[in-house]
């Protein structure tokens, strides 16, 4: 089992939509979440981070955790064309090098006119 | 510096040749990481630097890879006798120190081994 799973998408939405991604994670012991954007051809951009259960918005992104189910999900309200990108799930786990945070594999997301 | 600075930012060399790709991190950051992403994967955690402490290493995928961190600030990982499945981006990253923070990225190194 991989230490963070994501679907892979494409994830296809109109402009205007919620986009939800969604992220699960092995170790039940996980402290720290994060979620990345990366357009085409560039590096991953950090976006949020959430810690404790429950959500935390920033913008139009919402971060929803649930440490009991082992769930994070990113949600984009008023989806633009411009959030068309690959998002990527990070997860710092416990006992692990300290920092190191593990990826899923990414979800791709596209907004359409 | 402002941001992470990776150097070059694409490198194109022969099967065998060695390469030095450079890691400028943010000024400050104590943690350093790198990452290779292969086209459509994910990102590969290969080595992290965490002040003066010996460096994690376990990601790394052969004793063709090394890497160092000279004064705690630029880090230079070396891939000798470069292999076509050595091609890929190279990202590294920094964050200010080993706890909750996510990481900065740079813009990364295009390597291609022909």
């Known amino acids: 089992q991989k230490e963070v799973e994501q679907n892979s998408g494409p994830l296809s939405v109109p402009e205007g939509a919620i986009a939800s991604l969604n992220c699960t994670y092995s170790?039940?012991?996980?402290?720290?979440f994060f979620w990345y954007r990366q357009y085409s051809g560039k590096s991953p951009e950090l976006i949020m981070f959430?810690?404790?259960?429950g959500d935390k918005e920033d913008g139009r992104f919402t971060a929803q955790l649930n440490k009991a189910s082992q769930y994070v999900s990113l949600l984009i309200r008023d989806s633009q064309p411009s959030d068309s990108a690959t998002y990527l799930c990070?997860?710092?786990?416990?006992?692990?090098?300290?920092?190191?945070?593990?990826f899923g594999r990414g979800t791709q997301l596209t907004v359409w006119p | 510096g402002a941001g992470v600075s990776q150097s070059p930012s694409n490198k194109v060399t022969e099967k065998g040749k060695d390469v030095e790709l450079r890691c400028d991190p943010i000024s400050g950051h104590t943690a350093l990481y790198w990452y290779r992403q292969s086209l459509g994967q994910g990102l590969e955690f290969l080595i992290y630097f965490q002040g003066n402490s010996a460096p994690d290493k376990s990601g790394l995928p052969s004793d063709r890879f090394s890497a160092e961190r000279t004064g705690g600030s630029v880090s230079t990982l070396t891939i000798q006798r470069t292999q076509q499945e050595d091609s890929a981006v190279y990202l590294c990253?920094?964050?200010?120190?080993?706890?909750?923070?996510?990481?900065?990225f740079g813009s990364g190194t295009r390597l291609t081994v022909v």
């Open positions: 990070a997860v710092k786990r416990p006992g692990s090098t300290l920092g190191r945070l593990y």
């Open positions: 990253a920094s964050s200010p120190d080993a706890s909750n923070y996510g990481y900065t």
């Open positions: 170790d039940r012991g996980s402290q720290s």
């Open positions: 959430i810690y404790s259960n």
